[in-house]
Structure formats: C-alpha cells, structure tokens
C-alpha cells in the first residue's frame, strides 16, 4: 500500500515510476532500465534491501545510480547501515514526501 501510494505521488509530480516486488526483481530491473534514482526499501522479500544495494553499488553498470534507501529501522546506528550498504541517503517509513522529495531532488541535481 505505501509503495502504490508513494508511486502515485510521484507520478504525480512528473517522475517516471519503475516497480519491483522483491530485491532481486530490483536489481535486475535497474540493469535492464538505468534508472536515475532507486528507492529502496531495506525489508524486501527474495534480497533484501542491504544486499541489493550492495550489488547495484558493485556493478560498474549500476555503481553511480543514487539509491535512497527507505526503512522503518529507525534506531542508532541503522542509518549509517543503510549507508555503508551503498545507500547515498536514508529516509525512514512512513515516509514525509515533502522531504523525500526535497533528498530526491538533491540527489538529481534538481
């Protein structure tokens, strides 16, 4: 529900949205698609989302693709998890758009 809501959204705002079920239809979505930008959620089925984000980051395809890694794990030390993972930023569920996407902007250089 919060990934179809959150989609809409940002359709809504002119972004293009690419959806996958699991890390592993993830990963290989941003290989076939190249997308500008990944919103990952760090508790996917199949792969999670640490182990995809550190697949994208080690694939010289995929390495420079920003991810925004979305979790409801909010306790000390799980941001920088997030991040060492590969994860460019972080953002915790459920997720405040305005600011999503003030880090996706950023992110884009918008």
């Known amino acids: 529900m919060n990934r179809d809501m959150l989609s809409r959204r940002l359709a809504r705002k002119g972004f293009n949205v690419l959806l996958a079920v699991d890390g ?3 990963v290989d979505m941003t290989l076939a698609e190249t997308p500008d930008l990944v919103l990952m959620d760090m508790s996917l089925p ?3 989302g ?3 984000a550190r697949r994208l980051k080690a694939d010289g ?4 693709i920003p991810i925004i ?3 409801a794990h909010a306790m000390a030390g799980d ?3 997030c991040l ?3 994860a460019d930023d ?5 997720v405040d758009f305005k600011r999503l996407l003030g880090k996706i902007n950023h992110l884009l250089g918008s």
């Not at 395809?61 to 420079?64: R, S």
């Open 84 to 86: 060492e993972a590969g």
């Open 69 to 71: 890694a979305l979790t």
């Open 46 to 48: 199949v792969m999670d």
């Open 61 to 64: 395809a995929t390495k420079e």
């Open 24 to 26: 592993q239809q993830g």
């Open 50 to 52: 640490w182990e995809a």
């Open 79 to 81: 941001r920088e998890k």
């Open 90 to 94: 972080y953002d915790t569920k459920p």
